[in-house]
């Protein structure tokens, strides 16, 4: 069939390089400027090869890199994604190039509105919106082929094509959209196998070091302190406690490496985790104040009920609060947001501070990784062990310049859940 070897090469096309980009995907130095080459030349690619089934009407599927460049890619790309393939087709010139300003302004407009919520979607949510962008377009080049000032007759072959054209669009962008979220899948799954077997690593080498280490320490801290009372000579005193101090935070990364290597035994238990934001936010407000940062709550009217280790969950949102405090050396103000999304509890630490790169965000939670001077990392890598513990997840949005977004999301402890539990006790 005409056209036809045509249609495969686009879809090749889109497949190949969707498979090029997770093939190179550990590299993250380049990975956005990767992303922008390979969507711009996907697109290029497509629009060089392109299928006609009807006499004088020729198509391609570059709408699939256009709308995957938009809703993945960062604004750069996304604009340079429609730049590059609108300059493009004014080259190819001819009267497609009027169908081309007819018909994506709307699509690419629309992509722009809900690139936020397609980011923050499941994979359901993704397929979904960018399949209806694909048919938005297919759909919009259907009716100007059929009304514009060239109009084609109304028979059953051009319907049954254009329907075709159509469907053939959605699938397109299903299959690209479900493959893209599959190997990413596969990809976080390969960095967190990796993160498991670092931490079981780190795991015995601190049950099997640290405790050798705290004993002499302890000795060491507790000679100082009976020379610190002894002595009356101030610069001597204030050498003694700065030597102390130091022990003390030496001690306290002895602590959390320990953290890592005993067996979560804790007990879970069901909480109101808006009772326990509430409690950290009234504990780290001095700090904050201190810094110069204000911390604003917000909590939805409906219970945030979770089963959870309650000290636990208070070391983590201390910690992920105090690391929004310090990313913010010159003030601003910290959001806290507790809300219940999709059968899950929300709590959002949202800061306005020095924010992270790509690269930065995809090395956090990593043991030793630190975007602070004299920072560990351990404390952030506990945070996520714990949240994993209490079958939670920990999402984190960051720019540049503009700030950070932590999110934990834990299961939302029904009423169903509370009567089960009530009746096994």
């Not at 960062?74 to 994604?81: D, E």
């Not at 001597?236 to 290597?261: P, V």
Request: neutral net charge.
């Amino acid at each position: 069939m005409d056209g036809l070897s045509e249609l495969l090469i686009n879809i090749l096309i889109i497949v190949s390089s969707i498979l090029v980009y997770f093939h190179f995907s550990s590299d993250e130095k380049y990975a956005r400027l990767r992303f922008a080459v390979l969507a711009t030349m996907t697109i290029l690619l497509c629009m060089s090869f392109p299928f006609s089934f009807i006499a004088g009407y020729k198509y391609d599927l570059r709408t699939i890199p256009l709308v995957i460049g938009i809703l993945y890619g960062g604004w750069q790309t996304s604009a340079l994604v429609c730049l590059v393939m609108f300059l493009y087709r004014f080259y190819l010139g001819g009267p497609g190039f009027l169908l081309t300003v007819y018909s994506f302004p709307a699509v690419i407009l629309l992509a722009f509105v809900f690139k936020g919520h397609f980011n923050q979607g499941g994979r359901l949510l993704k397929i979904m919106l960018a399949s209806g962008f694909a048919f938005l377009w297919a759909f919009i080049c259907s009716m100007i082929s059929f009304f514009g000032s060239n109009p084609l007759p109304f028979t059953l072959e051009n319907t049954l094509f254009y329907a075709g054209f159509c469907l053939l669009h959605v699938l397109a962008m299903w299959i690209a959209i479900f493959l893209i979220e599959s190997l990413d899948e596969v990809r976080t799954m390969r960095q967190e196998m990796q993160r498991a077997e670092t931490l079981n690593a780190l795991s015995e080498l601190a049950a099997s070091v640290a405790h050798e280490i705290r004993n002499p320490m302890t000795v060491v801290r507790g000679f100082m302190q009976l020379l610190n009372e002894r002595h009356k000579d101030e610069t001597e005193r204030k050498y003694l406690k700065m030597m102390i101090g130091e022990l003390d935070h030496a001690e306290s990364i002895i602590n959390n490496f320990l953290s890592l290597s005993k067996p979560q035994t804790e007990i879970m238990e069901h909480i109101d985790a808006a009772e326990q934001i509430t409690h950290v936010v009234s504990v780290i407000s001095s700090y904050a104040t201190l810094n110069g940062v204000e911390i604003k709550l917000s909590m939805d009217d409906a219970p945030l009920s979770i089963k959870a280790n309650q000290a636990k969950l208070g070391q983590v949102l201390l910690n992920l609060i105090k690391n929004g405090i310090e990313a913010m050396p010159d003030g601003g103000t910290i959001e806290i947001i507790g809300s219940v999304q999709d059968s899950h509890v929300w709590i959002e630490v949202v800061d306005q501070g020095i924010g992270m790169t790509e690269k930065e965000l995809s090395r956090l939670g990593s043991p030793f990784y630190s975007t602070k001077k004299q920072g560990t990392g351990i404390g952030l890598l506990t945070s996520y062990r714990i949240i994993h513990m209490m079958k939670g997840n920990i999402q984190v949005y960051s720019e540049k310049g503009k700030g950070t977004q932590f999110i934990v999301q834990l299961p939302l402890f029904s009423r169903q859940a509370q009567k089960e539990s009530a009746a096994h006790c």
